[in-house]
């Protein structure tokens, strides 16, 4: 999608940040306005991540145009709300191929672009990137600025303390920008804060503050006196104590969406040595009534068309696994008090909207926060309550310390409901839940099940919460489920047994989770056994046994890493029973899969039925 000059006509002059800073600042409220509304054509058009981005139009052209990006270092939090940030940075004309196969990256990408700092996808990790960075632009004396931008929601997480902790013991040059949009902007948060906030990033405030910590240096009662007269009156007027106790300088709250105010607070914080904290306040969906309105809603957009103003909502023939998870949820907790459900900030996402209104005493949200999550989980399993644990794939990569240390070696009865496990599409390779199935099949004491439909996850669910031997982990898909017919009543099924689904010769196909439908088009084919294998961990010794006595070859099927997943495990046992015989693993090749629909993703690693059947035929031929 090209930037027509008739519709943006100043925007059309800044297609690099060095473009946008020969303009001069008395456009730049233009150049926001244009953006922002090319930023609503462009997805539309395309799909993808739109509230949030909306939200930080005025932040990112302030900070291109005081910052000389890319030599000054901007590192974005998750990066959903860099959008503009794209835009500005030479890749508008290729925004109509965000998060498509071989388009623009949905998140900041190194390879994509010198102006992308940091490659990123989960939220946290951007006051320790930037921390790192500072230290090494101090080390190289190339007067480099780093700046890293974080949201109020990426605040909660544990390592953004850390990394605050660190980086106000150190005391190096750097500036964290935190976007609030938790909050609108009310009255006594515009002009006189802007003003103050101005006043304090200056010279004049700077200078003499420094000069008497100077002069008061050797007078410790003086000084302490006069410190605590400081923040006492900053207390006044800021809400900045915190992080005034970690060391850094505290400037803010101003107005978000006055480009003009951010431009000037920006422009006299770039000369501040030392760490420094810049909080403005900002609205989600700015700009876009709708998105306003409900900015979860419109956190992330299918194509749309931006004139109807509302959303389309696409009306899938089955439900989501997620809304299967959500239904599951509530039946159990109508009868059971017991039941304590977390999520780490995933509420939507992993189908808990009717849970948390119906149950809200036994619902709890740990924020973006997935190591506390975990151990929230077994602090309430220790003291007999039955905690749910709903998290995606590649969330719990970031708590599989406290799933080792704090869950699996107390042997603690928690069941982890595993969304967006396998390909997840159009999210990347930070979001794809490839992972899960090798990295907890080595923990001791896990039980892992897969689910190959709908119904069967309901019933896993079920047979997890009611075991009590230790952790159970349900993992599924992201998406619509198979169409099967969900069971109402509620029962466990035996840990670890197999099911054989269809009685073939020669070849048997041992499957792990939804691939079954695939997997069974290529055993009719080649006349194969198929088994739906249900369990990882503890995988079914007798059935491998009897498959590996009576065929000539196994094949084993899942939507995970080949490396140290359920064909591992598989391979595994005919070592143990010494039974040596031809194994070939369909999974997830040994790199980072790219972005792309789910579908055209999985055609292309032949884990579509003719993908399975081609690759069949070929390891026999």
Request: net charge negative.
């Amino acid at each position: 999608m090209s930037c027509d000059i008739s519709q943006f006509p100043v925007l059309a002059q800044a297609g690099t940040p060095e473009e946008l800073r020969q303009l001069p600042q008395s456009v730049l409220p233009q150049v926001s306005d244009e953006l922002r509304a090319f930023l609503l054509k462009s997805v539309a058009t395309s799909s993808g991540h739109f509230a949030s981005g909306l939200g930080t139009v005025e932040l990112t052209v302030a900070l291109h145009y005081v910052y000389y990006t890319p030599f000054d270092r901007l590192i974005w939090d998750v990066g959903h709300q860099a959008y503009p940030h794209k835009i500005l940075t030479g890749r508008r004309d290729r925004m109509h191929t965000i998060r498509q196969k071989g388009g623009i990256h949905p998140f900041p990408w190194r390879e994509e672009s010198p102006f992308d700092t940091f490659s990123v996808g989960h939220s946290g990790t951007s006051v320790s990137a930037a921390l790192g960075m500072a230290i090494a632009a101090e080390k190289e004396q190339a007067n480099r600025k780093v700046v890293a931008v974080i949201g109020d929601g990426a605040m909660t997480g544990g390592m953004v303390f850390e990394a605050l902790n660190h980086a106000g013991d150190i005391h190096n040059d750097m500036l964290i920008v935190l976007n609030d949009n938790e909050m609108s902007i009310s009255e006594n948060v515009g002009a006189l804060n802007n003003h103050l906030a101005q006043l304090m990033s200056g010279r004049f405030y700077t200078s003499i503050r420094e000069s008497s910590k100077k002069v008061l240096k050797n007078m410790p009662t003086i000084k302490e006196m006069a410190k605590r007269t400081e923040e006492h009156l900053k207390g006044m007027v800021v809400p900045g104590t915190l992080f005034e106790e970690f060391g850094f300088n505290y400037i803010g709250p101003i107005d978000g969406h006055d480009v003009d105010s951010l431009v000037e607070t920006l422009r006299n914080m770039r000369q501040l040595k030392g760490p420094q904290i810049l909080h403005i306040m900002t609205k989600k969906g700015k700009g876009y009534e709708p998105a306003e309105k409900d900015p979860i809603g419109w956190h992330a957009v299918p194509k749309f068309d931006p004139t109807q103003f509302k959303k389309p909502t696409a009306q899938p023939s089955s439900p989501t696994f997620s809304q299967v998870f959500g239904k599951w949820l509530c039946d159990v907790a109508q009868t059971d008090e017991k039941l304590l459900a977390i999520t780490p900030a995933m509420r939507e996402g992993s189908g808990m909207v009717e849970f948390s209104q119906r149950f809200p005493q036994q619902y709890f949200d740990a924020a973006i926060a997935e190591q506390h999550a975990v151990t929230l989980a077994a602090g309430l399993a220790c003291e007999g309550y039955q905690a749910v644990v709903a998290i995606y794939s590649t969330f719990l990569q970031r708590g599989y310390d406290q799933l080792i240390h704090d869950v699996a070696l107390q042997k603690l009865p928690i069941l982890f409901a595993i969304d967006r496990g396998g390909i997840v599409g159009a999210d990347g390779p930070t979001h794809q839940g490839a992972f899960d199935l090798s990295f907890m099949r080595t923990v001791p004491n896990m039980v892992i099940m897969t689910p190959s439909d709908e119904n069967e996850c309901r019933q896993m669910l079920y047979t997890g919460y009611r075991y009590q031997e230790g952790p159970t982990a349900v993992r599924y898909p992201r998406g619509s489920a198979t169409g099967a017919e969900q069971v109402e009543a509620l029962t466990s099924i035996p840990i670890g047994k197999g099911l054989i689904k269809r009685q073939g010769k020669k070849i048997a196909i041992l499957n792990f989770g939804t691939l079954l439908a695939n997997s069974l088009v290529a055993a009719d084919i080649l006349d194969a056994t198929l088994v739906d294998m249900r369990f990882v961990k503890p995988i079914d010794v007798m059935l491998i046994t009897e498959l590996a006595q009576t065929h000539d070859v196994l094949v084993t099927v899942e939507e995970n890493a080949i490396m140290g997943g359920a064909g591992s495990a598989v391979l595994e046992v005919l070592q143990q029973i010494k039974l040596p015989k031809p194994v070939l693993q369909i999974g997830l090749p040994d790199e980072f899969i790219k972005h792309g629909e789910a579908s055209e993703i999985l055609a292309d690693l032949k884990l579509d039925a003719e993908g399975i059947l081609q690759q069949i035929q070929n390891y026999l031929a």
